[in-house]
């Protein structure tokens, strides 16, 4: 009883928190687009750039500004990374890290800082830097997005990059469901690598998943509700 108590006072404090944090963006100035001008381009931005063509952006570029708008807190919205590699596929993933490795290797021998790097799923954290960083390179995972069943339906792939909405819209019209996030807006890669209160409980990211391929979840399915 007294964990279930615990629990139920975490969740109105989380509630709480949630909502003034919203009111507090909305009394924010209108957002202004010049302010998100990218630094000037080092030659690992470039090198991405030219590897994937068509997937990696800088300031003010509207993708880059639509990225960057789209954080739920506004603390991660004030940072401005260098640029912002939005992968297609797992090949593309592939191709950034190996780039961004080759940096920090050349980086590392010739006794130099190595250039800092984000991986955002949803964006929803309201840690600065947690999904976002400033003069870095951000890998945005938001086009990973696929939601699949197996043939059985007993379990469904879920892109790193999907929000927890696109998993019940796919699931809801299966009369399936998934243990998720409570909030629909949350990333399902950040959720379940970092650990949060999912809607049957506390439960860790070695419970609930299997990771079968480098850029999906596999969660196991119910029927109807868990």
């Given amino acids: 009883m007294a964990m279930n108590g615990s629990a139920a006072l975490l969740g109105v404090i989380v509630i709480t928190l949630s909502f003034l944090i919203h009111r507090i963006q909305s009394a924010q100035p209108e957002f202004d687009a010049g302010k998100l001008t990218s630094a000037e ?24 500004v639509e990225s960057i708008q789209s954080y739920w807190a506004m603390q991660e919205r004030d940072i401005v990374p260098q640029c912002i590699v939005r992968p297609r596929t797992a090949e593309e993933v592939a ?4 780039i961004l490795k080759h940096d920090y290797d ?92 999912l809607s049957i409980g506390l439960i860790t990211s070695a419970e609930a998943v299997n990771v079968p391929e480098p850029d999906c979840l596999r969660l196991s399915l119910q029927r109807d509700r868990i």
Wanted: glycine content about 16%.
């Fill in 41 to 64: 381009r080092s030659t690992v931005s470039s090198a991405l750039a030219q590897a994937l063509p068509g997937s990696v952006f800088f300031g003010p570029h509207p993708v880059f």
């Fill in 95 to 98: 191709t950034a890290v190996t």
């Fill in 106 to 197: 050349e980086r590392i021998s010739h006794s130099g800082s190595p250039l800092l790097l984000a991986v955002r799923s949803g964006g929803h954290s309201p840690i600065p830097g947690a999904a976002n960083i400033n003069g870095g390179i951000v890998i945005d995972l938001r086009q990973l997005n696929n939601v699949v069943t197996s043939n059985d339906r007993s379990s469904v792939a879920i892109g790193t990059g999907a929000r927890w909405l696109d998993v019940s819209q796919t699931l809801d019209r299966l009369g399936l469901a998934v243990a998720g996030g409570r909030n629909s807006a949350v990333g399902v890669g950040g959720l379940t690598l970092g650990g949060e209160y």
